[in-house]
């Protein structure tokens, strides 16, 4: 039309000279002759010879094409609007179902659209027929009273300027009690009504029909405007008020919400994205550096911030015999406490969050982040709901891994298989060790020789066979060199533990309600429960959809030194791969890094932008009375020097508990540096007698020439000065001259 108007522009003012100047000449030919001749125009429109009788078909051909151009032009407007129409009667009465209040609104703009449409009745449709066969036209019943049946049978008035469309009620019958009375501003978030609806909705008289109407569509002649309905939920006291009338009411269709659900903070200043220590230890030190700030934790598990390390040592060798409710456990100090690091009542609840005075630490359990959009700095959650924040922390940790034999053997074998990680997995194995008679752990390393001293204690007791297999020559052979990883496997037989050695595992099945190990020497073991305890893959579940770098050596999330992935984004623990000044790009999986890692996150969260440059710290303990802590790296391809030394009363995990205080032994850190490395000069080191008695000693982890790790074996709380080894980086022409640091020759 518009393409039409233009060459009318164009052409108009010549037409109209040409048909000026044709009647001012048979004017003055009249005059002059005394009669009227024939009009013959001088300048001529038409390319034929004159007096012709074609002179203004031109003219007339440009109205002709322009009004069958206006016509042509209203026929396609007023068609698609109908087809737009269809479509949205279509997709409305596809909706969940809606409040019955909202049929007052269908009412009134029904009402007006019949006096809008009264002028615009003699305009003729191009198409009126699927008005008729619409969806909601077609429903199987009526409940409508004959009073209020125009609403069903209302014409659709259209107009190419505007054609307000009103949607029949939906005539199936729900139940009003499920749905509670929302207000307008609840129910429709916009609506779409003409200027001259000036009532709202909520002052008109209740409904009495059983029917559930759709929102009313306005349908404008550039773009249909969507009417976006929230579906309301309803609060305890309409639920209650609501419960007597349900009973006698037909049942429903469920309603399923589309809205973010009620305890789902919309956003958060401080989001940590995992539940375990490291997150815990970023929102105390958030907390620590801005009082006032609000940190929320959104955790998979069910459970509140706990540590790990109990679930395989101190919690196997409680006597209480509801420990697995209770959670609590006596530390080789004797002194109890809880898995948990803070009570229930320390963080506050997530949906009160953003409303308490001075901030808090809210967790949200049961719910699992599965996107993250960093341009957007929002995260979605497993059931749909959006979390806005300023900066993030991933927080996740690592899933157990399992192995490949396993997988593919079966259901049968995996539901008599646990993987160690969780607090229902240590409720689980506790109560197995108590029904069947046989368990073999998979795995030599900490947790497998950890959980198999633990079940070996019990053995006896229950009458359990406890069996461990692993590749390696003796219990953690990745670790300790090898003939301190052979006397830890004599100390793990003495518990009652049957250790199998140089053990390949080639498959796995289930016969006779016994599951068969097969190694690939031939060997045979039959067992009623596996506990595989074979490493720990860190997740990395976000990584695609949040376009973090991944290490393809470690794994784990790529971090700068301040634990950085992006500029408002860090991360902790398990999940992420740093740099090491001292020792290179790592990835630690231990307790003590997960808490320094956490510490320093949250600081960094809150504008510290320090590095990384603490050597964490990890521990095992077989038993009471048997020990270590590492630092550094700590592996048994590497060439080691061991100064041993004999082990006194408090030369035990035990003793050593009593003296700190705690149970966990990264907590009783002072974080102090030590001063300058002295030997000792006030104690003769008595010689040592050995005869493979391994006491106490220290072990030098050798790259180079230069010490890059230390365990210390039965040696307890000299942690800093290790620590301050290893910054160094020197070499040491005499490594028991430095062993002397660490006073192992003291009575």
């Given at each position: 039309m518009f393409k039409c108007k233009t060459v009318w522009n164009k052409l108009a003012p010549l037409a109209r000279a040409s048909s000026t100047l044709c009647l001012q000449n048979a004017r003055k030919s009249a005059l002059r002759h005394g009669r009227r001749l024939e009009m013959v125009q001088k300048a001529q429109m038409s390319s034929g010879p004159a007096g012709g009788g074609g002179e203004n078909t031109l003219y007339y051909v440009l109205i002709g094409a322009t009004c069958l151009g206006t016509g042509v032009y209203a026929y396609r407007t007023v068609s698609g609007d109908k087809e737009r129409y269809n479509e949205r009667m279509i997709e409305i009465g596809s909706r969940p179902k809606q409040g019955p209040q909202a049929a007052e609104a269908v009412a009134k703009v029904v009402t007006e659209s019949k006096e809008d449409a009264a002028p615009l009745e003699s305009i003729p449709e191009p198409s009126s027929e699927p008005v008729k066969s619409e969806p909601v036209a077609e429903e199987p019943t009526l409940t409508e009273p004959p009073a209020e049946e125009p609403l069903v049978t209302e014409a659709v008035v259209e107009s190419t300027e505007t054609e307000p469309a009103a949607e029949a009620p939906v005539t199936e019958p729900i139940v009003e009690a499920s749905i509670p009375e929302p207000t307008v501003e609840n129910t429709i978030r916009e609506p779409v009504v003409e200027a001259s609806v000036t009532e709202p909705v909520a002052e008109a008289p209740a409904v009495a029909q059983s029917e559930e109407p759709l929102a009313p569509v306005v349908e404008s002649e550039t773009e249909p405007t969507p009417v976006i309905i929230a579906e309301c939920v309803?609060?305890?006291?309409?639920?209650?008020?609501?419960?007597?009338?349900?009973?006698?009411?037909?049942?429903?269709?469920?309603?399923?919400p589309t809205a973010a659900p009620s305890d789902v903070p919309e956003h958060a200043p401080y989001l940590l994205i995992g539940g375990g220590t490291a997150s815990f230890a970023a929102a105390r030190s958030i907390r620590a550096r801005d009082p006032g700030a609000r940190v929320?934790?959104?955790?998979?598990?069910?459970?509140?911030?706990?540590?790990?390390?109990?679930?395989?040592?101190?919690?196997?060798?409680?006597?209480?015999?509801?420990?697995?409710?209770?959670?609590?456990?006596?530390?080789?100090?004797?002194?109890?406490?809880?898995?948990?690091?803070?009570?229930?009542?320390?963080?506050?609840?997530?949906?009160?969050?953003?409303?308490?005075?001075?901030?808090?630490v809210a967790v949200l359990t049961g719910r699992k982040v599965v996107h993250m959009d960093v341009r957007g700095n929002k995260v979605t959650l497993s059931d749909g709901a959006e979390i806005s924040y300023e900066k993030c922390l991933i927080a996740t940790g690592g899933v157990p891994r399992n192995l490949q034999v396993i997988d593919r053997a079966g259901e049968e074998v995996m539901k008599r298989t646990t993987l160690f990680r969780k607090i229902e997995d240590f409720r689980s194995l506790e109560k197995i060790s108590r029904e069947v008679k046989s368990i073999t752990i998979i795995g030599g390393g900490f947790l497998g020789s950890e959980l198999a001293c633990a079940l070996g204690r019990r053995s006896t007791d229950v009458g359990l066979e406890v069996i461990q297999m692993f590749p390696e020559k003796g219990n953690m052979g990745k670790v300790l060199p090898e003939y301190l990883s052979n006397w830890t496997t004599e100390k793990v037989r003495k518990e009652g533990v049957s250790v199998i050695t140089d053990a390949l595992v080639k498959n796995v099945t289930y016969k006779n309600d016994k599951l068969e190990i097969k190694l690939k020497d031939g060997r045979l073991f039959k067992t009623d429960h596996i506990v595989a305890a074979v490493g720990l893959e860190p997740s990395m579940e976000l990584a695609k959809s949040a376009g973090l770098?991944?290490?393809?050596?470690?794994?784990?999330?790529?971090?700068?030194?301040?634990?950085?992935?992006?500029?408002?984004?860090?991360?902790?623990?398990?999940?992420?791969?740093?740099?090491?000044?001292?020792?290179?790009?790592?990835?630690?999986?231990?307790?003590?890094?997960?808490?320094?890692?956490?510490?320093?996150?949250?600081?960094?969260?809150?504008?510290?932008?320090?590095?990384?440059?603490?050597?964490?710290?990890?521990?095992?303990?077989?038993?009471?009375?048997?020990?270590?802590?590492?630092?550094?790296?700590?592996d048994s391809s590497l060439p080691t020097v061991g100064v041993f030394a004999k082990a006194t009363a408090k030369d035990t995990p035990k003793a050593a508990t009593e003296q700190s205080g705690t149970g966990i032994r990264s907590e009783s850190e002072t974080e102090a540096v030590a001063g300058a490395l002295t030997a000792e000069t006030t104690a003769t080191p008595p010689p040592i007698q050995q005869e493979e008695d391994y006491g106490k000693g220290v072990i030098f982890y050798l790259r180079d020439q230069v010490v890059v790790g230390i365990v210390l074996w039965n040696v307890f709380n000299r942690m800093p000065i290790a620590r301050k080894i290893i910054k160094d980086g020197e070499q040491h022409a005499d490594l028991n001259e430095v062993a002397k640091l660490f006073n192992i020759h003291e009575d």
């Open positions: 309803p609060e305890a006291s309409s639920v209650s008020e609501s419960a007597a009338d349900s009973k006698a009411a037909p049942a429903a269709e469920p309603v399923e929320l934790i959104v955790t998979e598990e069910s459970d509140l911030p706990y540590m790990r390390p109990p679930l395989s040592k101190e919690l196997w060798f409680s006597d209480d015999p509801k420990v697995i409710e209770t959670l609590r456990f006596k530390q080789w100090n004797g002194k109890e406490r809880s898995i948990y690091f803070q009570p229930p009542s320390f963080y506050v609840s997530p949906a009160d969050l953003a409303k308490v005075e001075n901030g808090g770098e991944v290490d393809s050596d470690f794994g784990g999330y790529r971090v700068n030194a301040e634990l950085q992935a992006r500029s408002n984004i860090w991360v902790a623990g398990d999940a992420a791969c740093f740099y090491d000044i001292n020792l290179g790009r790592r990835r630690v999986e231990h307790h003590d890094h997960a808490v320094v890692s956490g510490r320093l996150a949250g600081e960094n969260m809150t504008g510290a932008s320090k590095p990384y440059w603490h050597q964490s710290m990890f521990w095992s303990d077989l038993g009471p009375d048997v020990g270590y802590e590492a630092i550094g790296i700590v």
